[in-house]
């Protein structure tokens, strides 16, 4: 069976981290994806957007919390989750991207990140993929 999720997207505000308590870092975000279409009809211009809530584990949620603000362009690799709970005596659910790999599409991000650290290799560059593992911690 496959699950994967790939998207190319916008970050609607800044990433937010917490730590299980395992001291596993969690890193979660929404970015928007807009569809543009002609209307047949009217040929009128139309689109709508969509939002995504994207979560990450251990360093790449790290990469995410360092790299990653609003506004900034994304690509992000994943598979979707969906996950309950009960509140008032009604079953909510959310969909999720439990993302495997996050890409900053900004330009700039690649050029500061390369010149602020031209050769040590301590930070990672504005890319990173890591291995999901069932280990999620909730």
């Known amino acids: 069976m496959l699950n994967k999720t790939m998207l190319i997207g916008r970050l609607g505000r800044d990433p937010e981290t917490k730590y299980s308590k395992d001291g596993l870092a969690i890193t979660t975000f929404s970015i928007a994806t807009t569809l543009a279409w002609k209307d047949k009809t009217s040929g009128e211009k139309k689109e709508t ?3 995504h809530r994207i979560v990450t584990f251990g360093k790449l949620a790290e990469f995410c919390s360092q790299y990653l603000s609003k506004g900034k362009q994304v690509y992000v690799e994943g598979r ?3 996950r309950s ?3 008032d005596n009604i079953t909510r659910y ?3 991207i ?3 790999s ?3 599409l900004s330009v ?3 050029e500061n990140v390369a010149a602020d650290h031209p050769s040590d290799g ?3 560059p504005p890319s990173e993929s890591y291995p999901m593992t069932d280990d999620i911690p909730f």
Request: hydrophobic fraction near 35%; aromatic fraction near 8%; avoid cysteine.
């Open 49 to 51: 957007t969509e939002w």
């Open 80 to 82: 979707l989750h969906t």
């Open 85 to 87: 709970w009960e509140q």
């Open 94 to 96: 959310m969909t999720e």
């Open 98 to 100: 439990l993302a495997s």
């Open 102 to 104: 996050v890409q900053s």
């Open 108 to 110: 700039k991000d690649v």
């Open 122 to 124: 301590s930070n990672p």
